[in-house]
C-alpha cells in the first residue's frame, strides 16, 4: 500500500466510521424529544422510561461521534495539506458554524440529561429537543462543507491563485441543497429503521414488551415516513449530479456512451476495458428521465469526458446499486407498515412483519456507506471538482499506512466497545427503565 492509497484508506475509514455517530446523534434525539413529549401529554410512565433509555443511547454517540469528529478535523490538515491550504480559508465558515452547533449540542445535553426533576418539566424537553436540532444543523454545515468539494464556489481560481474569496457563497454553493437534504433524510431513514429492528427483535422474544412496542412505534414512524421521502430527495440529487458533475453520474450507471434516451442500469457487472455493462437489466429512457425529466434527453457517457478524468466505474457503479436496491427495500417495507396501520392493524403483532424489521436493522446504515462512497469515489480523481486533484493533496510524509493501520486497530476496538455498551442498556431495559 503506497502512501496515497493509505491516506485515502484512512479517509475512508474515519469517514465510514464517523457517518453512523453522525447520523443518530442527529436523529435519536428527536424520538427522544417524541417520546417525551408524550410522557408529558399523557403522564404514562413507559414514555418517561423510553426516553431516560434513549437517553443514555445519545450520550453514548454523542460522545463517540465527538471523538471521531475531531479525529477527522486532524486528518484534513495531517494527510491533506495541499488540500486545506487552499481550501481553509473558502468553506472554513461551514465548519466554524459547525463547531458552534456542537458546543450548544453538549451543552443542551448535560442540561437534559441532568435536569430530570430539577427543570420545568416543559424547559426540560425543550433541551432535548435543542439536543436534536443543534445536531442536525451541526450535520448539514459539514455536508455543506463536503457539497463545497462537489461544487467549488466562492472564489476565483487564476493562474493557480484563490482570489476574491466569498465564505458566504462557498458554503451555500450549487450543492448544497440537495446533498443536505438526502443525507438528512438518509439519517432518518437509517437510523429509524435500525432503531425499530433493536426493539422488533426485542418484541419477538417477548421481554419488556410494552416499552418495546411503543419505543417500535415512534422509531418506525420516523423511518418509514423518511424511507417514502427519500426517492424523491434522490430524484433532485441525480438531476442536480447530471448537471454539474457528469462524469459521477455516468459512472454510477456505468454509462459507456453518450446517447439519447439513455437506459437506467439494474445490476450489471462492468467492463471498464470493453466499455460495456454484462447481465444488467436496461429501462430503455429511463436514465435521461432521471437525469433530466424527459425520456429523451441526451445523456453524457464517458466517451465525452478524458480518460484521465474519469472516476473508477465499477466501485462507483455497484454501491450506487447497493444504496438504490437498499432504499427500494426500505421503501416497500413501509408501504406495508403503513397498509398495516391503515387497513391491516393485526399485521402489527404478527411475527413475520417484525422479523422483517429485525432483518431491515442494517439497511439504512448499508445504504449511507454505499451513498457516501458514491459521494466520495465518484468525484474522483478530484478533491476540489475540477481545480485540485486528490493526488495533488495529500502529504508528503512518509509512513501514512501504518497510521492507516492504527487507526483500523484504534476504530475497531472503538466500535466493539460501543456495541457492548449497547448491548449492556439492551439488556438492562429491565431493571433500569421498564418500571412503573
Known amino acids: 500500500m503506497n502512501d496515497f492509497i493509505a491516506a485515502r484508506s484512512q ?36 414514555y418517561k422510561n423510553v426516553t431516560k433509555a434513549w437517553s443514555k443511547g445519545v450520550a453514548i454517540f454523542f460522545a463517540t461521534g465527538a471523538v471521531s469528529g475531531t479525529v477527522l478535523s486532524f486528518e484534513l490538515g495531517l494527510l491533506w495539506p495541499g488540500f486545506m491550504k487552499h481550501a481553509g480559508p473558502i468553506f472554513g465558515m461551514p465548519f466554524s458554524l459547525e463547531g458552534t452547533a456542537f458546543f450548544i449540542e453538549a451543552i443542551a445535553l448535560g442540561f437534559f440529561l441532568y435536569g430530570w426533576d430539577r427543570f420545568n418539566k416543559w424547559f426540560h424537553w425543550f433541551t432535548g429537543v435543542i439536543v436534536g436540532v443543534s445536531g442536525l444543523a451541526s450535520g448539514i454545515l459539514v455536508v ?64 419488556n414488551v410494552l416499552f418495546h412496542t411503543k419505543s417500535f412505534t415512534i422509531a418506525a414512524g420516523f423511518g418509514c415516513v423518511a424511507a417514502l421521502l427519500q ?34 442500469l439494474v445490476g450489471g457487472i462492468p ?17 435521461s428521465f432521471l437525469a433530466h425529466g424527459d425520456f429523451e434527453s441526451e445523456v453524457t457517457g464517458l466517451d465525452k469526458i478524458a480518460p484521465e478524468n474519469h472516476p473508477p466505474v465499477a466501485i462507483t457503479h455497484y454501491a450506487f446499486q447497493i444504496m438504490v436496491g437498499m432504499g427500494m427495500a426500505m421503501m416497500l417495507l413501509s408501504v406495508l407498515y403503513f397498509l398495516a396501520l391503515w387497513k391491516q392493524k393485526h399485521w402489527l403483532t404478527s411475527p413475520w ?45 512518509p509512513g501514512i499506512a501504518y497510521s492507516f493501520y492504527l487507526f483500523t486497530a484504534v476504530y475497531a476496538s472503538l466500535a466493539v466497545i460501543v456495541i457492548f455498551m449497547l448491548y449492556r442498556q439492551i439488556k438492562m431495559v429491565g431493571q433500569l427503565y421498564d418500571k412503573a
Not at 453512523?20 to 410512565?45: E, N, R
Not at 465518484?378 to 495529500?394: C, E, F, K, L, S
Request: aromatic share 12%; charged share 15%; hydrophobic share 55%.
Open 11 to 46: 479517509m475512508a475509514l474515519s469517514l465510514g466510521f464517523h457517518i453512523v455517530f453522525s447520523c443518530i446523534g442527529m436523529v435519536m434525539p428527536f424520538f427522544m424529544a417524541v417520546a417525551h413529549y408524550y410522557w408529558l401529554k399523557t403522564d404514562q410512565i413507559v
Open 144 to 207: 455543506a462543507a463536503n457539497a463545497w468539494m462537489n461544487s467549488p464556489a466562492g472564489f476565483d481560481h487564476v493562474n493557480g491563485q484563490y482570489l476574491n474569496i466569498d465564505p458566504i457563497k462557498a458554503m451555500f454553493n450549487d450543492a448544497w441543497f440537495s446533498q443536505a437534504l438526502h443525507m438528512t433524510i438518509a439519517a432518518f431513514v437509517a437510523t429509524g429503521f435500525a432503531v425499530t429492528g433493536v426493539h422488533a427483535l426485542m418484541i419477538l422474544k417477548g421481554k
Open 231 to 264: 426517492p424523491l430527495s434522490g430524484d433532485i440529487s441525480a438531476k442536480d449530479v447530471a448537471i454539474r458533475q457528469p462524469a459521477k453520474l455516468a459512472a454510477m450507471e456505468a454509462h459507456f456512451h453518450t446517447e439519447k434516451s439513455a437506459s437506467l
Open 271 to 287: 467492463d471498464e476495458e470493453k466499455k460495456e455493462v454484462n447481465y444488467a437489466i436496461k429501462l430503455p429512457g429511463f436514465l
Open 353 to 397: 412483519l417484525l422479523k422483517l424489521f429485525v432483518a431491515a436493522t442494517p439497511l439504512g446504515f448499508i445504504a449511507v456507506e454505499a451513498g457516501w462512497t458514491v459521494t466520495e469515489v465518484g468525484r474522483q480523481p478530484w478533491v476540489i471538482y475540477g481545480i485540485m486533484r486528490t493526488a495533488d493533496a495529500v502529504t508528503p510524509m
